[in-house]
């Protein structure tokens, strides 16, 4: 492990939040100076990988990495973008027992939160 990817799957785990290739980006530089937009995206491929974090595709144009990597949902605000983690543990042990050869899965609900409801 180099102290980039060190300093990258600390970031993800402190967070607890669902954070862009550039948020991360923002966040490293404010303790590496020197690091780069390319180095947090290879390190960041190569920590999915390895299956310590989680990719997923929000449909807002952007990428996301999850500490989570537990078989769960996310729930996607189309207003204003937060994004929240959404159980689905009885689905994802039925698909294991019904597909053997299941890789993995990705479920993205996008809704409007409360927040943008009330605005």
Same mark, same amino acid.
């Given at each position: 492990?180099s102290?980039?990817?060190?300093?990258?799957?600390?970031?993800?785990?402190?967070?607890?939040?669902?954070? &862009?290739?550039?948020?991360?980006?923002?966040?490293?530089?404010?303790?590496?100076?020197?690091? &780069?937009?390319?180095? @947090?995206?290879?390190?960041?491929?190569?920590? @999915?990988?390895?299956?310590?974090?989680? /990719?997923?595709?929000?449909?807002?144009? %952007?990428?996301?990495y999850d500490?989570?990597?537990?078989?769960?949902?996310?729930?996607?605000? %189309?207003?204003?973008?937060?994004?929240?983690?959404?159980? @689905?543990?009885?689905?994802? &042990?039925?698909?294991? /027992?019904?597909?053997?050869?299941? @890789? &993995?899965?990705e479920?993205?609900?996008?809704?409007?939160?409360?927040?943008?409801? %009330?605005?």
């Open positions: 492990m102290k980039q990817r060190d300093l990258i799957l600390k970031i993800i785990h402190e967070s607890k939040l669902h954070l &862009s290739a550039d948020d991360i980006f923002s966040i490293a530089l404010k303790t590496m100076s020197n690091i &780069s937009l390319g180095t @947090v995206y290879r390190n960041l491929n190569n920590l @999915v990988l390895d299956g310590q974090i989680v /990719r997923f595709h929000s449909g807002l144009g %952007k990428d996301y500490w989570n990597t537990m078989p769960h949902g996310h729930l996607i605000c %189309k207003s204003c973008g937060s994004i929240m983690d959404y159980d @689905v543990k009885n689905l994802a &042990s039925h698909l294991k /027992r019904d597909v053997r050869s299941l @890789v &993995s899965f479920i993205k609900i996008e809704y409007i939160c409360e927040k943008c409801q %009330k605005k």
